[in-house]
């Protein structure tokens, strides 16, 4: 567990003045090792979405969070209906959302989505921010631009028909343009562009959204603390706590300790050996199978090892996922065998069975040239917290040891998370793969560009997204040209499905686990709904005094 020293450190930034409101504060220890972006387009994964996307700033399409046993679904955001035109495809028509307002009181308009569409696509907007392109055009890789029709209408534009477009939107968060104006009028720098970086800084430490949380706090590495929006458009979302406080904590010991203390209320991924302890003290631990997996993605450049598919096959073969979810994880795991299972409408009916099968797994790497005296190096790049990665080095150590038997000498390239957030962006032939073969980042597997398109589409190399490893296959390409240019959900349902088995078939992933987004409770928070979802609604959570 903790220091003495660590305890102390946690309680005073926890105690600190200012961070407790007496009755309904909320206080969280997030996994991440700082406070994700403030700015309206967050970085460290999709945590950073999850706390400060969601809670301070809408998509003009947003995610249903409301239950725990249906999938989430797309529902209207800052955009009431949408809609493709029959006659080109490549162009949508929104329709807003009238009556809502940014936590400064300026209006939400058509302008304020060009405006925000151009922060991120138009390099000669003065709006126009390169640090938040790399987390945001990446997620919506096909649009091009958006247009005012009138006040409560856009029209969006994509470079090719693009049926996942709606799913894009849902990362595309609406920042204030007139907040940001007034921070850009008073800015100081020696050109327009010095200007405008200034101007984000200061609306990152002061922002403005439409989200049901406004931001009252903000220190850098240490807190962040929102309030509730007593306004927001959404009267059934309106927060029933008034403050929460967000705190960076990456280790998981951290942040048990942290809770088992009374320093915070709720934590993220609490430490599995500690779940006896938490339960016999009245917490409470939640948790739900959620579309996020815990994979190695694989290089294929020239010279890679896994260019090699019964190498590929050998190490998914190789895991017994079953005996890492009961001993290491204490049950906080799902056992993957590709990024959707069976039952799910993107499964397919792959041929290639990822099961535990270690002779089957030797056979194949004897087969490839392998084995007890002549093992294959192989080298993965991972980090040792950060969003969605679970206990990522316990959880590396059991695969090296695992894969050991079937002749891989596997060596671990660990670097802080968000570095290796950006790294997966760069991909395998940049210098900050540092030789790696393989990179450890998990996904969420929401949505079809973000499940699968974006891995194994070969336009989606970097810097386009996070074909990582640079996947170059024209089958895959095809099957992703045809799901994506089909309007008709269940079409592109099957055509998804294609996709999919495909890639099993072709073990494009080493697939491990999927996350079930645990997090431990004190007693006196109660009204958590924990859905099929990366994401989690904190409006209708309650803090008992």
């Keep these: 567990m903790l220091t003495a020293a660590l305890l102390l450190a946690t309680a005073a930034a926890v105690s600190a003045p200012g961070a407790v409101s007496a009755q309904t504060t909320l206080r969280i220890g997030m996994t991440a090792a ?48 949408w809609k493709v035109d029959d006659a080109d495809k490549t162009k949508w028509i929104f329709k807003l959302r009238p009556g809502v307002t940014f936590h400064d009181g300026a209006p939400f308009n058509a302008d ?24 945001t055009a990446s997620r919506m890789p096909t649009l091009v631009s958006a247009k005012k029709i009138d006040d409560m209408t856009v029209e969006l534009t994509t470079k090719e028909p693009d049926s996942f477009l709606p799913y894009n939107l849902t990362n595309l968060f609406m920042a204030s343009p007139a907040k940001w104006q007034a921070f850009y009028d008073k800015a100081e720098g020696a050109d327009a562009k010095a200007k ?44 029933k706590t008034d403050r929460m406080v967000l705190l960076p904590m ?20 609490p430490a599995p050996d500690a779940l006896p302890q938490l339960k016999s003290r009245g917490f409470t631990i939640s948790q739900n199978e959620q579309p996020h997996v815990w994979p190695w993605q694989f290089s294929r450049v020239e010279g890679s090892p896994w260019n090699d598919i019964r190498v590929r096959k050998a190490a998914n073969l ?14 906080l795991m799902v056992p993957a065998t590709g990024t959707v299972e069976p039952g799910h409408p993107w499964r397919g009916t792959p041929t290639f069975q990822i099961k535990y099968d270690v002779k089957e ?42 894969l050991a038997e079937c002749y891989f000498d596997v060596q671990l390239d660990v670097i802080e998370w968000n570095t290796l957030f950006t790294n997966w962006r760069r991909g395998a032939k940049d210098p900050t793969a540092n030789g790696s073969n393989a990179i450890n980042v998990t996904y969420a597997a929401m949505d079809p560009f973000f ?23 024209p089958e895959f390409d095809e099957m992703v040209k045809k799901a994506r240019s089909t309007f008709d959900p269940a079409a592109r349902d099957a055509a998804l499905a294609e996709l999919h088995a495909a890639s099993v078939d072709d073990a494009a992933f080493l697939y491990v686990a999927h996350d079930v987004g645990p997090r431990a409770l004190s007693p006196k928070v109660k009204g ?6 990366w994401f989690v609604d904190f409006s209708p959570v309650t803090v008992t005094p």
């Design 34 to 81: 700082d406070i994700p972006r403030t700015l309206g387009q967050p970085d460290q994964g999709f945590e950073g979405n999850r706390f400060t996307g969601l809670t301070m700033y809408d998509g003009l399409v947003n995610w249903d969070l409301s239950s725990a046993t249906k999938p989430s679904v797309l529902v209207p955001g800052l955009a009431t209906e």
């Design 112 to 135: 304020a989505v060009v405006w925000n569409v151009d922060k991120v696509l138009n390099k000669d907007a003065v709006q126009f921010d390169a640090s938040q392109v790399g987390v």
């Design 196 to 239: 405008a970086a200034a101007a984000w800084t200061a609306f990152a430490a002061d922002a403005s959204g439409t989200g049901p949380w406004k931001m009252t706090k903000f220190v850098p590495r240490e807190r962040l603390e929102l309030a509730k929006n007593d306004a927001y458009w959404d009267k059934a979302r309106v927060p």
């Design 250 to 269: 990456p280790e998981a010991n951290a942040r048990t300790a942290a809770l088992l203390s009374g320093q915070v209320d709720w934590i993220e991924a």
């Design 318 to 331: 190789c895991i017994d996922r079953e005996g890492l979810k009961d001993g290491l994880l204490g049950g």
């Design 361 to 402: 797994g030797q056979k194949l790497m004897k087969e490839a040239g392998y084995g007890p005296d002549k093992k294959l190096k192989v080298k993965t790049q991972t980090s040792a917290s950060g969003s969605g990665q679970m206990l990522p080095l316990p959880m590396n150590e059991y695969l090296q040891q695992a």
């Design 451 to 473: 499940a699968m398109v974006r891995f194994l589409q070969s336009g989606m190399a970097p810097p386009v997204s996070n074909n990582w490893g640079f996947i170059n296959n």
């Design 528 to 533: 958590l709904v924990q859905p099929k979802s």
